[in-house]
């Protein structure tokens, strides 16, 4: 799923070719992708785009007279700037957002149909989409103590959820975790002032670097190739490969359909992380340990 750094990377290449920009129309290839009836999609046709936001890892369009369109990417959801008139891609082609510059398009990948677009008229009604998670660049960190530890849950699921911090998903919590050098399943009541200090520096240093990055590359041409796996990253999506810090294989642990990558020598302790899966099956036989792990390999 697109997150802060991708979305902010959209909004850069966006403003610099829709604002201002008159829509002609919009060509729907999936209608379930309009999930509102009310003002009808038809209301922003002939309108000029005034301005473009960011709500969490939402993107909204905004027209005049507090007419606003709010697309939700989710897992598979991508955006692609292509020539007037464009067709629409096959099954994957869902949206498109004709210009007299060019032509927006939407693809969702996969047989799931989760993107959605929403039409909203006025403020009160825009902000009904706003999960209320606080926005985290530039936050104190007083401010992000207090939304940290304002219930208890592990790492991992605070720094994930919408309702406490905007923008940050799967990949990026995985990379601020790394960097804090903490343990995505350690419970925020049990942390120490260090360790709150510590998460605040990497979730600002984390997320500042790679919309920098992303930034700068939105710059240069329309952003393409949008994905949460980089092989820049220092863990998430490197399973198996060498963390970049201590040169230990990175670990994984599967909750659902969330995969949460992490260093154990850096993160852990050199502990082991009970996957729900694996750990219920092997039960005693569960490795606590790398070296534990390395043993038992060697062993087969």
Request: proline residues 6%; charged residues 25%; hydrophobic residues 40%.
């Amino acid at each position: 799923m697109p997150e802060l750094p991708d979305v902010e990377a959209y909004l850069i290449a966006l403003r610099e070719r829709v604002i201002g920009q008159t829509l002609l129309g919009v060509r729907l290839g999936n209608p379930f992708l309009l999930r509102s009836v009310e003002p009808k999609l038809e209301a922003c046709f002939g309108q000029p785009v005034v301005g473009l936001r960011r709500i969490g890892k939402r993107i909204v369009f905004e027209f005049p007279d507090e007419l606003f369109a709010v697309v939700h990417l989710m897992i598979a959801g991508r955006f692609h700037w292509r020539k007037p008139g464009a067709g629409l891609p096959g099954k994957a082609g869902l949206a498109a957002w004709d210009f007299t510059d060019g032509t927006l398009t939407l693809t969702e990948a996969g047989s799931k149909r989760r993107a959605s677009l929403h039409m909203v008229r006025g403020e009160a009604h825009l902000a009904e989409h706003d999960r209320g998670g606080i926005e985290v660049l530039g936050l104190s960190l007083e401010a992000f103590r207090e939304v940290l530890q304002r219930e208890n849950h592990t790492l991992k699921r605070t720094l994930v959820d919408p309702r406490f911090f905007s923008g940050i998903g799967n990949a990026y919590s995985d990379e601020i975790l790394h960097a804090a050098q903490l343990s995505p399943l350690l419970w925020t009541s049990r942390m120490t002032p260090e360790q709150v200090e510590a998460l605040h520096r990497a979730t600002q240093e984390v997320l500042t670097t790679w919309c920098d990055r992303l930034g700068a590359e939105a710059r240069e041409s329309f952003p393409e190739k949008v994905t949460a796996f980089r092989p820049d990253m220092a863990v998430h999506g490197r399973f198996g490969q060498p963390c970049p810090r201590c040169g230990t294989k990175v670990q994984r642990i599967v909750y659902a359909s969330r995969e949460t990558n992490y260093c154990a020598p850096c993160q852990t302790g050199g502990k082991l992380l009970a996957d729900r899966a694996l750990s219920t099956l092997m039960k005693k036989d569960w490795p606590k340990t790398i070296d534990q792990m390395e043993a038992k390999r060697q062993g087969e």
